[in-house]
Nanobody, 129 residues
Framework: VRLVQSGGGSVESGGSLRLSCVAS????????LGWFRQVPQKEREPVAT???????KYVEFVQGRFTITKDNTAMTLYLQMDELKTDDAAMYYC????????????????????????WGKGTQVSVSS
């Protein structure tokens, strides 16, 4: 299984970016897919998830600004980030969790030792004021 990320970069506050995550080697329809972010000295935290049937969930501080979507045919996950704020600057990671309800992501289970899932290598998002 591979998750290959692209997108990200630098943008001014209020701007937009789109992240992509292309999967291979997996049954794409049997995973919860999500985006996490991490800043130095802090734990990785979930940002948004999408279930196999397309149900989405967002952490409160990105609600209304970020949109998670996926293209099952292309096996690609997206995160459209609009109205970016300086606090959004972080390393962003895509993830695939076999717990299709996405409970494993929001409960923190995926991040715990022994948590089973797949990760992209991360892409940096920088937001300047």
């Amino acid at each position: 299984v591979r998750l290959v990320q692209s997108g990200g970069g630098s943008v001014e506050s209020g701007g937009s970016l789109r992240l992509s995550c292309v999967a291979s080697g997996m049954n794409y329809g049997r995973y919860c897919l999500g985006w996490f972010r991490q800043v130095p000295q802090k734990e990785r935290e979930p940002v948004a998830t999408i279930t196999p049937d397309g149900t989405t969930k967002y952490v409160e501080f990105v609600q209304g600004r970020f949109t998670i979507t996926k293209d099952n045919t292309a096996m690609t996950l997206y995160l459209q980030m609009d109205e970016l704020k300086t606090d959004d600057a972080a390393m962003y990671y895509c993830a695939a969790d076999p717990v299709t309800s996405c409970r494993g992501i929001w409960s923190g289970a995926l991040l715990k030792p022994g948590g089973f899932g797949y990760w992209g290598k991360g892409t940096q998002v920088s937001v300047s004021s």
